[in-house]
């Protein structure tokens, strides 16, 4: 019986946890130079698959987001050889990247 307590009372904490409320603008940098992501110039990474990802280097922080067409399919359109990234995506930020 104190088993079975001990799990229910779990499972209730993790579908309470669900019910956060994150209601938080991801599109803003909210580092040491905090700015609209629009400030910030992306490139483009081609995963080992050949597809692309939109990718911008913040010095610490990265961000990456698959690129999709209009009818949200991956764009795998072989801009650039797999494993490599190309464009400005370390623009945009005045934080060095420590690695």
């Known amino acids: 019986m104190k088993k079975a307590k001990i799990i229910a009372i779990a499972a209730l904490a993790v579908s309470v946890a669900g019910c956060v409320d994150n ?6 940098d909210r580092f040491i130079d905090s700015k609209d992501l629009s400030q910030l110039r992306a490139g483009i990474w081609v995963d080992p698959n050949g597809c692309e990802h939109w990718i911008i280097d913040d010095g610490i922080e990265g961000y990456l987001s698959q690129r999709l067409d209009k009818y949200g399919k991956p764009v795998c359109s072989g801009i650039a050889p797999p494993n490599t990234a190309i464009g400005p995506y ?6 060095t990247d420590p690695i």
């Open 90 to 95: 370390k623009s945009g930020s005045g934080v």
């Open 23 to 28: 209601k938080v603008d991801k599109t803003v």
